[in-house]
């Protein structure tokens, strides 16, 4: 997904639900608190999936990868890659 589709589906979500989860700035974008309090039940929700599923491949080591780089070359180079890195690297 690109910047701008991802900032679209953002700003749809946000009329739906009738709140702002991001304050805009020319600073950058901080989260208010409705936007913090959707973050942490989210993130609570997806990792008790996740835990869920650790039931399945019990034997298989957590390998963790972290990234850092810019908007525009995740836009343009990581994120068309990553479902193929997905694919090689699956769980088996």
């Not at 700003?11 to 973050?39: H, K, N, W």
């Not at 070359?73 to 193929?84: D, E, H, Q, V, Y």
């Amino acid at each position: 997904m690109t910047p701008a589709a991802i900032s679209h589906q953002i700003r749809t979500l946000e009329a739906r639900l009738g709140a702002l989860l991001f304050d805009r700035s020319a600073q950058g974008v901080i989260l208010p608190e409705q936007g913090e309090l959707l973050y942490r039940q989210t993130h609570h929700a997806l990792l008790a999936i996740h835990r869920s599923l650790d039931v399945f491949y019990p034997e298989a080591s957590v390998k963790i990868l972290t990234l850092s780089t810019t908007p525009a070359l995740a836009a343009t180079w990581l994120i068309p890659r990553l479902g193929n890195f997905y694919r090689t690297h699956a769980r088996v």
